[in-house]
């Protein structure tokens, strides 16, 4: 394989941003590119998606599509992600001919489960015990090793809950493996936690690097409801969760922006549950609430430029508008402490998130 190609100088006002996703992390993305002056070039399937709406060129083409990710390279000055659950072979292809940001490596990290986890654990960072499944009988011996309540989950492609059954006792392996349906699974010990924050954090070529404040999320039904900003953290924990994220991400030799789940036990410790090597739903509230929000950091860091001021000016709550919760639109927009932003979905599926709102309160 040849070397990857890097870039030693910022990306001007003119330059193209590529990006590969065209959902509505892509189009926020689109958007703080081009209040910087810059063009954005979204590989997605189809010009109704998010990000395609925004954008100022589009390839439409699978992500396996080797000569459109050849073109795609060709159009633009660096490239990201705003997912990254993106064939392997793809990436190499496209960090052989242009700069991709983040890394191959971080990206690999975070689509598998448990290669997120053993990273973790070999860079000193905690996470809830864990085994690999592969199949009924580990499934079983699993459980009896950790106990239960436990959390089968698939390694790969799961989100928002998605691929996932709580293992309560006395299950039926067989009846727990069918319903999680992968070939390869993770069985997690169940977190009682008193409650789940993230931290996002930026982290430029040159290596500096700017957190936003840690945030608490709240989930419904495994997807996120809402996030506040800030978590109401213990001065310790709030630096330990800081801490932590900034190691992660020196590790990785991430060059982007990186979120970083964890959950807050009783006694006070902090756990990671998931990483994501992109702008997260935990950091839309930075939009609004923010002198740089999470997505003109992201195109910051990813081009090279000085990463921007990650001040919280206003303290926010950040619900999502799921499905037919976005009918509220018109509500929303005569609430004046509310910022509405809608991602131009056009159909509202059930779970579907079609947009989210922003409440502003005076920083406490
Ligand atoms: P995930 O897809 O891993 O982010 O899981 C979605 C949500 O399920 C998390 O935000 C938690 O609320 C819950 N969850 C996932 N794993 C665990 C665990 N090991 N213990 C307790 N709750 C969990």
């Not at 064939?87 to 990206?107: F, I, K, T």
């Not at 975070?110 to 085994?131: A, M, S, V, W």
């Not at 309560?168 to 992968?182: C, I, T």
């Amino acid at each position: 394989m040849a070397p990857p190609v890097d870039l030693t100088t910022p990306v001007p006002p003119g330059g193209t941003l590529g990006i590969i996703g065209g959902g509505q992390l892509g189009r926020m993305t689109a958007l703080a590119a081009a209040r910087l002056g810059l063009r954005s070039h979204v590989f997605c399937q189809s010009p109704d998606e998010p990000a395609a709406q925004v954008a100022t060129a589009l390839t439409m083409a699978p992500f396996n599509d080797l000569a459109a990710l050849e073109r795609f390279a060709q159009a633009v000055d660096v490239v990201t992600f705003e997912f990254e659950n993106i064939p392997h072979e793809s990436v190499r292809h496209l960090a052989e001919r242009v700069c991709v940001r983040p890394n191959w490596e971080c990206l690999q990290i975070c689509q598998h489960r448990i290669d997120e986890k053993d990273f973790l654990n070999r860079i000193g960072i905690p996470t809830t015990p864990y085994r690999r499944i592969d199949g009924p009988p580990s499934l079983a011996l699993a459980a009896d090793e950790l106990g239960c309540p436990s959390v089968l989950k698939t390694t790969r492609l799961g989100y928002d809950g998605k691929g996932q059954v709580l293992l309560r006792g006395g299950e039926d392996a067989e009846a727990a493996w069918a319903e999680m349906g992968g070939s390869e699974g993770i069985l997690e010990g169940f977190v009682g936690f008193e409650r789940e924050i993230s931290v996002i954090i930026a982290r430029g070529p040159d290596g500096t690097h700017a957190a936003f404040d840690p945030v608490e999320n709240i989930h419904r039904h495994h997807i996120l409801d809402r996030t506040i900003a800030p978590a109401a953290l213990s001065k310790a924990t709030d630096r330990e969760a800081r801490r932590m994220a900034h190691h992660i991400a020196e590790a990785m030799g991430l060059v982007g922006l990186l979120a970083v789940e964890m959950f807050v036990t009783g006694d006070g410790r902090l756990l990671v549950n998931e990483l994501a090597p992109r702008p997260h739903n935990s950091g839309h509230w930075t939009l609004d609430a923010c002198v740089t929000s999470q997505f003109e950091q992201f195109v910051r860091a990813v081009c090279g430029l000085p990463l921007g001021s990650p001040l919280r000016h206003s303290d926010a709550e950040m619900r999502n508008l799921l499905g037919d919760q976005a009918d509220e639109w018109l509500k929303l927009l005569h609430d004046p402490s509310a910022k509405l932003h809608l991602y131009g979905k056009a159909e509202a599926r059930p779970g579907r998130k079609m947009g989210h709102v922003t409440w502003l309160k005076r920083r406490g």
